[in-house]
């Protein structure tokens, strides 16, 4: 539905200003509506008791001339002037009405900002006398201008104009609509039983996690524990067998090296009773001085087999 826009440019009989006049009869038309039934139709109906009411004969007559099943919903006429558009859009807000506002056009000329009445088909209305011609074409001296409203020397668009006040005084007493109640709301709740109720699931869910997580981990430290355990008892084990087997190893070289030095030194001592000298002792002389000859010369033959100390020990000592 589109609201229809009222002529407020026109004239009494008296030459007075409609501006200053309210409209007794607003309307609302639907935007679906051609322009030549806009002019005729309008007028032919009673006010309706309430702005949903459907004017079942326009309609009807539209469908039939037209010939055509109707998408439009109603032709709302003759309404109050107390009841305004909102209130007849608030109403017909959920039935399949479409409702367009009434918006006033306004003609610029081209690329400017300047107002002009050329492209605007409303009766003109001029400032000084209010009569229907422009302003230019107005027979009142411009030097004389008169009110059509008060009779005084003034334009008829002079705001200081003692009708224009008055009219605007009464419109401001008039009690306002009282507001609309808002629409109670149930209270907003901060704790959502849904939400709660998920965060309760994903808490246990976090809890159990971290007991496997935790079983696991104390699981693997007990293995971890154990298995050092075992490597230190095979390392001390290993450890172990391999001292006792260096020290059978030195004990078996000892005795070997005790054998052979009660070999070397039964070969270079002579036994008790023995008649037949060695072959170091065969050639000794009976003087000193040969003998010591001699000593020297077993000794040197002696380090020549047996470069070890001890074995030069023993054979000096032997040879004492």
Not at 47 to 55: A, L, Q, T, V, Y
Not at 222 to 228: A, C, D, G, P
Request: aromatic letters at 4%; glycine letters at 4%.
């Amino acid at each position: 539905m589109k609201e229809n826009r009222t002529s407020l440019t026109g004239t009494s009989q008296e030459g007075t200003r409609p501006p200053l006049q309210t409209p007794s009869h607003p309307r609302l038309t639907s935007h679906r509506l051609s322009k030549s039934h806009r002019d005729s139709l309008l007028h032919q109906r009673q006010p309706p008791d309430r702005p949903s009411h459907r004017n079942q004969d326009i309609q009807r007559r539209i469908n039939k001339e037209e010939e055509r099943p109707g998408p439009i919903e109603g032709v709302i006429v003759g309404l109050h002037p107390e009841i305004t558009t909102e209130e007849v859009i608030e109403e017909l807000r959920g039935n399949p009405n479409h409702l367009d506002p009434c918006s006033f056009r306004r003609f610029y000329q081209k690329r400017t900002k300047t107002q002009t009445w050329k492209g605007c088909n409303h009766r003109k209305t001029c400032l000084c006398c209010a009569g229907h011609h422009a302003l230019a074409d107005c027979p009142t001296p411009r030097d004389s201008p008169k009110c059509a409203n008060c009779r005084r020397s003034h334009i008829a668009s002079y705001r200081g104009c003692l009708k224009f006040i008055r009219a605007t005084e009464e419109a401001a007493k008039k009690t306002p609509p009282p507001p609309k109640t808002p629409r109670p709301f149930p209270p907003v709740t901060t704790s959502n039983p849904l939400k709660e109720d998920l965060q309760k699931k994903q808490d246990s869910a976090i809890e159990d996690m971290k007991k496997r997580h935790q079983e696991q981990i104390e699981a693997i430290r007990t293995q971890h524990r154990i298995t050092i355990e075992r490597i230190e008892e095979s390392n001390m084990q290993l450890f172990h067998q391999l001292r006792e087997d260096r020290t059978a190893q030195l004990n078996k070289m000892k005795g070997r090296i005790t054998h052979f030095l009660g070999d070397v030194l039964t070969t270079l001592i002579p036994q008790k009773g023995d008649t037949a000298p060695s072959d170091l002792r065969k050639d000794l002389p009976s003087t000193s001085a040969e003998s010591e000859r001699n000593y020297s010369r077993s000794h040197q033959r002696l380090r020549r087999r047996c470069p070890s100390m001890v074995f030069h020990l023993l054979c000096k000592h032997a040879l004492k």
